[in-house]
């Protein structure tokens, strides 16, 4: 086992500059993902510290071994790809004992550790198979054992569940989890599936154009996205964003008011006529039912007959009433409902603003039953709003 340590590595192929300037360190034994979009990068660095390619620039460390000139085959690192190359001809005893052969490891050797790692993988009692005859998750787990039975100092996986079914994905997930766990390899990870990443990473690397975005467990970065690109990619759904622009103390999102947070005020420095981007997750969006301006009136009138109190105080209340209302109204969107994805025990909504093309993404309870063209008043939970910068992307709040 050991650290990876990446310091200021640049990849260029020709003119395109794939990798940028990245620095990072992986401690021993965790397990890190690379994540982003397509072509942000993510293989290339996999790939590098593989010894499959060469930085143009930068230094790479797996332990205290510098490796820049170290041929792949001297790494001791084991890499799994998508396509996992199996040898059809060979069992599946042979496939996973085939790195230990060729490195002339004792034939007893081998063959308890491919037991072992067999076991450890459910395949132990397709042992004697042939590749053709097994399922694709089976192909994948004894891909995995190959790797994992050379016992290597790093693991490196280019998105080795991207062939399997949703199911299937699931579970030799949930497998790689446990596996790291028990065997406590670092493990470089890379894919654009954010629920992997969530799931699996002790780190993330959020890549997007051959730079890192951010780097950090999965909760912070969840919470605590460093831009608008980390807030829209990790999330199912994504978070909403909102162009709105700063006017009266009140964001204008296409012709609708949201009132500004006390909180979200201090922190601003904006000016009347300012653009930004508001972002706000899917589960800090509640639905109005009956919308509530309508809830708060009928409510307003039964307190009214129903206390009889001094002018004064009556008054008072009136007041706070108002308030109160005002605030409920003015964290509030009105939508048109576009699309209804009920899951059983949530329900995905898209609504749209009207007369925009901004669609936003709700995530409801599974009862709620709402067809294309309602109409509905959502209720934003504005402490839980970010704030970005709609030129650079960078969170303001
Ligand atoms: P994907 O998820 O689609 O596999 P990625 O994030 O892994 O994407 P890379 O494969 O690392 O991206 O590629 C990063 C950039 O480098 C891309 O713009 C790609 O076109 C470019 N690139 C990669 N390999 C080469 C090459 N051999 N020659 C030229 N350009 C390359």
């Not at 002339?104 to 042992?127: C, G, T, Y």
């Amino acid at each position: 086992m050991a650290n990876v340590r990446l310091e200021e590595i640049k990849r260029r192929f020709n003119n395109v500059t794939a990798i940028e300037d990245i620095t990072f360190e992986i401690p021993d034994g965790e397990f890190w993902v690379l994540v982003g979009p397509s072509g942000c990068g993510k293989s290339t660095i996999l790939r590098m510290i593989a010894g499959l390619e060469t930085a143009t620039s930068g230094k790479l460390f797996i332990g205290d071994r510098l490796v820049n000139n170290i041929p792949a085959r001297q790494r001791d690192v084991a890499m799994v790809f998508q396509n996992y190359a199996l040898y059809p001809h060979m069992s599946v005893a042979q496939n996973i004992g085939f790195g230990l052969q060729m490195r002339k490891i004792d034939r007893k050797i081998i063959q308890e550790r491919v037991v072992n790692v067999a076991r450890s993988l459910s395949l132990d009692h397709l042992l004697d198979r042939k590749p053709k005859q097994l399922s694709g998750g089976q192909q994948q787990r004894v891909a995995l054992g190959r790797a994992i039975a050379r016992q290597p100092q790093v693991f490196l996986l280019d998105e080795p569940l991207s062939n399997l079914d949703a199911q299937l994905r699931d579970e030799t997930r949930a497998e790689l989890k446990q596996l790291h766990q028990t065997l406590g390899i670092t493990t470089i990870y890379v894919t654009h599936d954010q629920v992997e990443a969530m799931t699996l990473a002790d780190k993330i690397v959020v890549l997007n154009r051959g730079r890192i975005q951010q780097i950090g467990d999965p909760q912070t970065i969840y919470a605590s996205p460093a831009n608008q690109m980390v807030a829209s990619f990790l999330g199912s759904p994504p978070m909403n964003i909102l162009p709105a622009i700063y006017q009266n103390n009140s964001f204008d999102v296409s012709g609708q008011l949201l009132a500004i947070p006390a909180v979200v005020k201090e922190k601003l420095q904006l000016r009347q006529g300012d653009s930004c981007d508001l972002g706000i997750r899917p589960e800090h969006i509640f639905i109005n039912e009956p919308p509530s301006h309508q809830l708060l009136e009928t409510l307003g009138e039964s307190v009214g007959v129903r206390v009889s109190v001094s002018e004064r105080e009556a008054s008072e209340r009136e007041a706070s009433e108002r308030e109160e209302r005002q605030e409920a109204n003015e964290s509030q969107l009105i939508v048109e409902v576009k699309l209804v994805e009920p899951l059983g025990r949530e329900t995905l909504i898209r609504a749209a603003l009207p007369g925009s093309a901004v669609v936003l993404n709700i995530q409801v309870g599974g009862d709620v039953r709402l067809r294309p063209g309602d109409r509905l008043s959502l209720q934003l939970d504005l402490n839980q709003l970010f704030v970005f910068d709609p030129k650079t992307g960078d969170r303001i709040l």
